[in-house]
């Protein structure tokens, strides 16, 4: 029998947890079965340099911490960070049940456009009907086996990519990462707006680099202003999942691939929140506006 072999361009497949979408009459697209995963939620913002990456994996190594069997799905398919924040490279292996995703040291389960490209300073210059389709198959074509929550860490924009996720994706809920400036939070309800249209459930939203504290007398100092994530929150009838520092050595542990063993009250509060924000939707219908 021949042995695993390396899987550098994933092909279609019809492997749980779904096979590659098929259109419907109208060009409506068909969402694909969530197979063994209980809860499949997005993280995005519509911008870059947010800290949505980060966010999402920092989310996603406390919910690996607390048992949980956890996989994250890097959907930046052009701009993806998420293997680097946890040391990880390719290539991966098909062992004839799917794409095997690499897994973090702490058992995290990681699919990205990285593992890929040999250089990961490659850039990945690909049109959108091939990124589109490679997203599908990151869900679709990848042997994510049972998980509890599969986190998919949302490409900047409201065009492709966002909307082959919304469309073909079975996504429970999505959380929405702001930074404090005005600037921002209008991007970000660009994206909060356009899940709504597509009826997008609306979990919550986090406020990253919302402030800096000294490292001597404990003072909070917010370097960007006054956040408006409160207010927006309030608009689209949502909760503010945790606001979350600047912190210099959250900025090393990602440089270092380590971002895994960093830990912080403010991360545990934000996946208590989450938690929270889930077990309401399993009780009552979340905000769709």
């Known amino acids: ?3 695993p072999s390396e899987a550098p361009h994933p092909q279609p497949t019809s492997t749980p947890p779904g096979a590659a979408p098929r ?17 499949v939620v997005a993280v995005g913002s519509g911008k870059g340099g947010v800290g949505k990456s980060a966010t999402t994996a920092l989310l996603a190594s406390e919910l690996r911490r607390r ?3 956890v996989g994250l799905l890097d959907a930046d398919v052009t701009g993806p960070s998420i293997p680097k924040l946890f040391g990880l ?8 049940e799917g794409i095997e995703p690499a897994v973090s040291a702490d058992g995290m389960r990681v699919i990205s456009s990285q593992f890929l490209v040999e250089d990961e300073q490659a850039p990945v210059i690909w049109r959108g009907p ?3 389709r490679l997203i599908t198959q990151f869900f679709g074509g990848v042997n994510w086996g049972k998980l509890d929550y599969l986190l998919i860490d ?3 924009g409201t065009s492709d990519v966002p909307l082959t996720v919304f469309q073909t994706i079975p996504i429970d809920g999505m959380v929405f990462v702001f930074t404090p400036q005005e600037l921002a939070g209008m991007i970000v309800k660009k994206a909060m707006n356009m899940a709504r249209d597509l009826h997008v459930p609306l979990l ?17 100092i917010p370097l960007f202003g006054p956040g408006s994530v409160e207010r927006i929150a309030k608009e689209f009838g949502i909760p ?5 520092p600047v912190d210099p050595a959250l900025s090393d542990a990602a440089d270092h691939g380590t971002l895994g063993d960093y830990r912080s009250t403010e991360v545990a509060a934000l996946a208590d929140a989450f938690l929270a924000a889930i077990a309401a939707q399993g009780t009552s219908s979340v905000t769709t506006l």
């Open 1 to 3: 029998m021949a042995g």
């Open 23 to 39: 259109g419907r009459p109208g060009g409506v697209l068909q969402k694909m079965g969530k197979g063994a995963i209980v809860h």
């Open 67 to 69: 048992g949980l069997a």
């Open 89 to 96: 490279s390719g290539p991966l292996l098909d062992r004839g």
């Open 130 to 132: 091939l990124v589109t």
């Open 154 to 156: 949302m490409p900047p």
């Open 204 to 220: 919550g939203a986090v406020e990253n680099m919302s402030y800096l504290q000294c490292p001597h007398c404990h003072e909070r």
């Open 240 to 244: 503010v999942l945790g606001t979350l």
